[in-house]
């Protein structure tokens, strides 16, 4: 479903040249959970935007089944990320202005009726364990842990057809990150294709395959199914 082919990628830095990704080579079927594990630093957000399409490579290609990603234009870019892809940022990328369930259903804001859209929206933030009287408040009101849970509703609005996660549970405590794990587990049953970069091995054990990123380089850590 998603391939990443020869993927290099590094920042000018004030010293030079950071290299960060050297000749990444991914291949992640549909249905497939994968999780990308490695030291701080070591470019795993980095991966998951170029393989999200959220930023250009240095060189190599990122093929969606056989759409190459950067090879369409920013607005068809655009578009196949609307279309296909969920994601949830490390920093959670809430817009301040809006209300919780506003952020929830603004990636189809303008696609769909809106009734039918803020009933889908409730339906996943009950999922996610947010009480009802939060949906009106603002982002900057919550806790981590909220927004965070807010962030993968958001995620999942479109029914994306792979979900990128960037330490999905970097602000849970143990409850809530077992409930995520435990969603996780039930979206990957559904089919759901994941790519799930974290530092909890509790989260990232459940995925079929766990690689670990390491000056650059790409190694499979352990295999699952
Ligand atoms: N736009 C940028 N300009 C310069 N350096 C950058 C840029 N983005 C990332 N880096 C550097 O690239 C390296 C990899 O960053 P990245 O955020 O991908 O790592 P990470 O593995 O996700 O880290 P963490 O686990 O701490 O979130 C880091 O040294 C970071 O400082």
């Not at 630093?41 to 930023?55: D, E, F, R």
Request: with cysteine; net charge positive; aromatic share 8%.
């Amino acid at each position: 479903m998603i391939s990443l082919k020869n993927i290099s990628k590094s920042f000018h830095i004030q010293s030079g040249r950071l290299e960060v990704l050297k000749n990444i080579q991914l291949a992640i079927s549909k249905g497939e959970w994968v999780s990308i594990v490695g030291p701080s630093g070591s470019g795993k957000s980095t991966l998951l935007h170029i393989a999200s399409g959220l930023l250009h490579p240095d060189s190599g290609d990122v093929c969606f089944n056989d759409t190459n990603i950067y090879q369409l234009t920013e607005r068809q870019r655009s578009n196949w990320r609307r279309n296909h892809i969920g994601f949830v940022f490390q920093d959670f990328k809430l817009l301040p202005y809006y209300s919780v369930l506003d952020n929830v259903i603004l990636p189809l804001y303008y696609d769909h009726p809106k009734h039918e859209l803020r009933k889908k929206a409730k339906k996943l933030l009950h999922m996610m364990g947010i009480d009802e009287s939060l949906f009106s408040r603002l982002p900057e009101s919550l806790s981590g842990g909220e927004k965070q849970r807010v962030a993968i509703a958001r995620a999942l609005i479109a029914n994306p057809d792979v979900l990128f996660c960037d330490e999905p549970t970097g602000n849970l405590d143990h409850e809530n990150r077992n409930h995520i794990v435990q969603l996780f587990c039930q979206l990957h049953i559904q089919g759901k294709t994941m790519v799930v970069v974290t530092h909890d091995m509790e989260v990232a054990v459940h995925a079929n395959h766990i690689y670990r990123l390491v000056n650059g380089m790409l190694a499979r850590a352990e295999v699952r199914i």
